[in-house]
């Protein structure tokens, strides 16, 4: 992995990763449709697959580890690995923005972080030296951002002035000065640095900041904290998805009563197996599995709908498979508290669902209604507006605690 990351700063090979999805099964391209009375057989009922290159290569960033500085735990299902150096605006911006990433999933990242000073930078080697001088009392990460976050205050001090900014600053975040004093100039430091620059000279110049997300090929997209945090997301959930389509174990016979346990109260559904066979099997076997566990109600949009069922809370999770559309004539959106699959066009039901909070007849004839609320919208009608656009950072939404799911 090592050789492979060294030959993309060789080669400087941007290489825009692509995928294809592998159909199972294949469904309709045009949407299946059950009527009143009627059932979906076995043979009817198929999902496609989809095998996206966002999980870690085999044992990415293992390499790097002893080298770099490592936040997040080793198995966390998103690597993200950094070669920049402290004299750097673009790295600067950068670090900020993974900095909220390391804050806002802590069980989800691996960060390492690698330093790659320039020649024609004056401070470089003087701030790795302050890093890894405070790393040696526990608080690289400390001094990292602290670096990075008053770059303007030390950019143009002379180097004696800047060692003696870096020992106050030092002694502030709670370090023994002496001990830093000592270390920055100290043999372990210095040793540490020389193997540094000798990694940076066996390789051919590159711009940094560098950066490489579960992928040995570089991250070229934006790299703002709003659109890293997406990355994030959709690439954690990668770890959850399903590598099979859901059991067929529904009975379109029995009924089947599902209760939404939310933050707020509960939420009783009435589902409709007889009427969309396969998206209340698929949301049968999700609620049994705890796909919908403690995730929250991403999108509402006030006496209209409410959309939950993406445990990446961007709109754009999946659980690693899409399904038909199920349109039956006889059920329509003409009064509150129908539950249908959301999707992104006909044929591509996954996890994610809506309930309306009001008649939305224009909806008719696109979405899979699959059940109607019992009791609880009021619960629903309570919930603040919140709507994820790109860009755009919102709080954490109203909690989905869990899901249980009655056979009658």
Not at 254 to 276: M, R, S, W
Not at 309 to 323: A, C, I, Q, R, V
Not at 371 to 386: E, T
Not at 398 to 406: A, K, P, Q, R, W
């Amino acid at each position: 992995m090592h050789n492979k990351i060294i030959t993309i700063l060789l080669a400087s090979a941007f290489i825009l990763v692509s995928c294809s999805p592998t159909t199972v099964n294949a469904y309709p391209t045009s949407p299946a449709t059950l009527t009143k009375g009627s059932t979906a057989t076995p043979a009817s009922i198929s999902c496609t697959l989809l095998h996206f290159p966002v999980t870690p290569e085999a044992a990415f960033g293992a390499e790097f580890e002893s080298r770099g500085h490592v936040s997040g735990p080793a198995d966390a299902p998103v690597t993200i690995i950094v070669f920049s150096d402290y004299q750097c605006l673009p790295c600067a911006f950068l670090a900020a923005s993974l900095k909220q990433i390391r804050l806002a999933h802590p069980d989800d990242v691996r960060i390492i972080y690698l330093n790659a000073p320039k020649s024609d930078r004056d401070k470089d080697e003087l701030a790795i030296q302050a890093v890894e001088a405070a790393d040696m009392q526990g608080k690289f990460w400390d001094m990292h951002d602290l670096l990075f976050e008053k770059l303007v205050e030390w950019t143009d001090l002379t180097s004696a002035n800047f060692e003696t900014w870096v020992v106050t600053h030092a002694t502030n975040l709670g370090m023994d000065t002496a001990m830093f004093r000592s270390d920055f100039k100290g043999p372990v430091v210095a040793d540490r640095l020389q193997q540094v620059s000798k990694f940076v000279s066996g390789v051919q110049p590159f711009v940094t900041p560098l950066l490489f997300v579960n992928s040995t090929t570089p991250y070229t997209a934006l790299a703002d904290f709003a659109s890293l945090d997406t990355v994030v997301r959709m690439d954690a959930l990668a770890a959850r998805q399903f590598s099979a389509c859901p059991p067929e174990k529904i009975d379109p016979l029995k009924q089947y009563i599902a209760t939404l346990h939310t933050a707020n109260g509960d939420v009783v559904l009435q589902l409709f197996p007889e009427k969309a066979l396969q998206a209340v099997n698929n949301f049968v076997f999700l609620a049994h599995s705890g796909w919908y566990d403690s995730i929250t109600f991403y999108r509402v949009i006030t006496g209209n709908r409410v959309m939950t069922g993406d445990p990446s809370e961007t709109g754009l999770g999946n659980p690693g498979y899409l399904f038909a559309t199920e349109i039956a004539p006889s059920l329509t959106f003409d009064r509150p508290g129908m539950i249908a699959m959301d999707n992104d066009g006909p044929g591509t039901n996954g996890s994610r669902f809506f309930i309306t909070l009001a008649p939305e007849p224009i909806l008719d004839g696109q979405f899979t209604i699959f059940g109607q609320v019992l009791s609880g919208l009021d619960v629903l009608s309570a919930l603040p507006a919140r709507d994820p656009l790109p860009g755009i950072v919102l709080p954490q939404g109203n909690v989905l605690i869990s899901v249980t799911i009655e056979e009658r």
